[in-house]
T-cell receptor, first 117, second 109 residues
Framework: GAVVSQHPSWVICKSGTSVKIECRSL??????MFWYRQFPKQSLMLMAT?????????EQGVEKDKFLINHASLTLSTLTVTSAHPEDSSFYIC?????????????FGPGTRLTVL | GQNIDQPTEMTATEGAIVQINCTYQ??????LFWYQQHAGEAPTFLSY??LDGLEEKGRFSSFLSRSKGYSYLLLKELQMKDSASYLC??????????WGAGTKLIIKP
């Protein structure tokens, strides 16, 4: 159980276009989902915390108008990278915290590799 | 500030034992996680410690000392498939995961 999926797995786009990444919890409900970015050989960097039905909380230095997050249901959160540029190329990973789970474990999606040309 | 320190890289021999250390300074503490991450993949959960002491799970064990801000991950009977990065992460008082940079473990035959 506790499976999180992401779509797409990888995407290549032209500079200036927008890309939407979906994060779904397949067999559980998650009021809270997290979006991370990971550059090569670096640690995961939390971008934002997404709460179902409310606005996302962005980390310092992350532009909320550039990285649009929508958490419309208990099983789906989306991250849209608007007007993507080559420096946005990275590995984007989401995680979800199950409702009611006593432990504080987060379950991770497989990640989305974004390459902006 | 908040920071997690762990060695950048370690090398060990197949069949041996290796200990990966992690020290942390965070705003509050709600538990420490160890994750395994293979190149190009998302992290996978290994262990969670919130109380002091040793948690054993098969070939992997994790230890926590909250007073020292210290944890280690112990891997026994190393296999080639254990070659990966091992990430230490602490859940702070805001329930945000603060991540270490990861320790790349290289297993040699």
């Amino acid at each position: 159980g506790a499976v999180v999926s992401q779509h797409p797995s990888w995407v290549i786009c032209k500079s200036g276009t927008s890309v939407k990444i979906e994060c779904r919890s397949l067999d559980f409900q998650a009021t809270t989902m997290f979006w991370y970015r990971q550059f090569p050989k670096q640690s995961l960097m939390l971008m934002a915390t997404s709460n179902e039905g409310s606005k996302a909380t962005y980390e310092q230095g992350v532009e909320k108008d550039k990285f649009l997050i929508n958490h419309a249901s208990l099983t789906l959160s989306t991250l849209t990278v608007t007007s993507a540029h080559p420096e946005d190329s990275s590995f984007y990973i989401c995680s979800a915290k199950p409702v009611g789970l006593e432990s504080n474990e987060q379950f991770f999606g497989p990640g989305t590799r974004l390459t902006v040309l | 500030g908040q920071n997690i320190d762990q060695p950048t890289e370690m090398t060990a021999t197949e069949g041996a034992i290796v200990q990966i250390n992690c020290t942390y300074q965070t705003s509050g503490f709600n538990g420490l996680f160890w994750y395994q991450q293979h190149a190009g993949e998302a992290p996978t959960f290994l262990s969670y410690n919130v109380l002091d002491g040793l948690e054993e799970k098969g070939r992997f064990s994790s230890f926590l000392s909250r007073s020292k801000g210290y944890s280690y991950l112990l891997l026994k009977e190393l296999q080639m498939k254990d070659s990966a990065s091992y990430l230490c992460a602490v859940l702070n008082s805001n329930y945000q995961l603060i991540w270490g940079a990861g320790t790349k473990l290289i297993i040699k035959p």
